[in-house]
Nanobody
């Protein structure tokens, strides 16, 4: 069973940057699409970005041009580089496959962007 552990979150001022990491307990090479999701208090969990095993990416309109998703299959890790952060980016960030698999959800990592 795959276990995913997110890290790299923190408190940052608006306009700042963070890089999130998602470490897998086993190889993610066979997972066709990996993704980052986020959930703010009182809101539904939303898809932020995805990346295929071939490197094709897709982004939510709200983060397009600011966030970059990457994967390193050799390291069993998925990254999310977040630049030009805005207060509305504040949320708990999770990684998972796309489509999501319920058992893969980790604890997430908190990102807080101050104005």
């Amino acid at each position: 069973q795959v276990q995913l552990v997110e890290s790299g979150g923190g408190l940052v001022q608006a306009g700042g940057s963070l890089r999130l990491s998602c470490a897998a307990s086993r190889s993610i090479f066979s997972i066709n699409v990996m993704a980052w999701y986020r959930q703010a208090p009182g809101k539904e969990r939303e898809l932020v970005a995805s990346i295929t095993d071939g490197g094709s990416t897709n982004y939510a309109d709200s983060v397009k041009g600011r966030f970059t998703i990457a994967r390193d299959n050799a390291k069993d890790t998925v990254y999310l580089q977040m630049n030009s952060l805005k207060p509305e980016d504040t949320a708990v960030y999770y990684c998972n496959s796309l489509p999501r698999i319920r058992a893969y959800w980790g604890q997430g990592t908190q990102v807080t962007v101050s104005s």
